[in-house]
């Protein structure tokens, strides 16, 4: 596609429901990466793909999330028996190259909002 | 230490005038990149520029320029000629590592808000 596609773009669940966020990344980037922004602050790492492996999951905060990208495209996060302290702005992003310099950069999408009631 | 510091919190300027946003970081490392992006209300992140650790000219893409001072870690993003358009959220980010896979991620600041006054 034309961007990075995530969906859905509003969330609400009830805490210790299980969610799935989706992300479609540009097609051909290989790099995928998901950031998650809470309110008023930067985005902070969560988890880096490349390819169908997860290169770097250090900034997943517990075990209770998860991230898949079996086939090397699409990506899901999972979050299990979610808490109200998740509540935030999921982000994803690709870049054609892993490092994401130079003009490409890492190209982001508009973010799912999830709100844990 | 936080890597990535933005010491304003909000701005404003005036439509058609200049404005600097600052950025400092910290790393013990010799190669890395800096960005910046810019997130208006509807939340996507949109990239702005980029700066290598080893490019010795600032970066500059049209309207936006970065002006790199290595030894002060410093890469603040100056915004020339304002627009309405450019009222939103600005994000100092930096990439680490070189090589290793850990160097893909970027850090993030908390922000600069920038409002343009008409």
């Known amino acids: 596609g034309a961007g990075v596609s995530q969906t859905p773009s509003n969330k609400v669940t009830e805490k210790g429901k299980y969610v799935e966020l989706r992300c479609d990344p540009i097609s051909g980037h290989t790099a995928l990466y998901w950031y998650r922004q809470s309110l008023g602050q930067g985005p902070e790492f969560l988890i880096y793909?490349?390819?169908?492996?997860?290169?770097?999951d250090s900034g997943l905060p517990n075990d209770r999330f998860f991230a898949v990208r079996p086939e090397g495209s699409v990506s899901t996060l999972k979050i299990q028996r979610t808490e109200r302290g998740d509540s935030a702005v999921y982000l994803c992003a690709s870049s054609l190259t892993p490092k994401g310099q130079g003009n490409y950069g890492y190209t982001f999408g508009s973010g799912t909002r999830l709100t844990v009631v | 230490a936080q890597k990535i510091t933005q010491t304003q919190p909000g701005m404003f300027v005036q439509e058609k005038e200049a404005v600097t946003l600052d950025c400092t970081y910290d790393?013990?490392?010799?190669?890395?990149?800096l960005f910046w992006y810019k997130q208006p209300s509807s939340g996507e992140m949109i990239f702005l520029i980029y700066q290598g650790s080893y490019d010795e000219q600032n970066a500059t893409e049209g309207r936006y320029s970065l002006n790199f001072q290595k030894a002060r870690k410093s890469a603040n993003l100056v915004i020339s000629a304002s627009q309405l358009g450019d009222s939103a959220m600005y994000f100092c980010?930096?990439?680490?590592?070189?090589?290793?896979?850990?160097?893909?991620?970027?850090?993030f600041g908390g922000g600069t808000r920038v409002l343009v006054k008409p």
């Open positions: 980010a930096m990439r680490e590592g070189g090589n290793k896979a850990a160097g893909n991620k970027l850090t």
């Open positions: 790393t013990s490392d010799q190669s890395y990149g």
């Open positions: 793909f490349q390819g169908t492996g997860a290169a770097d």
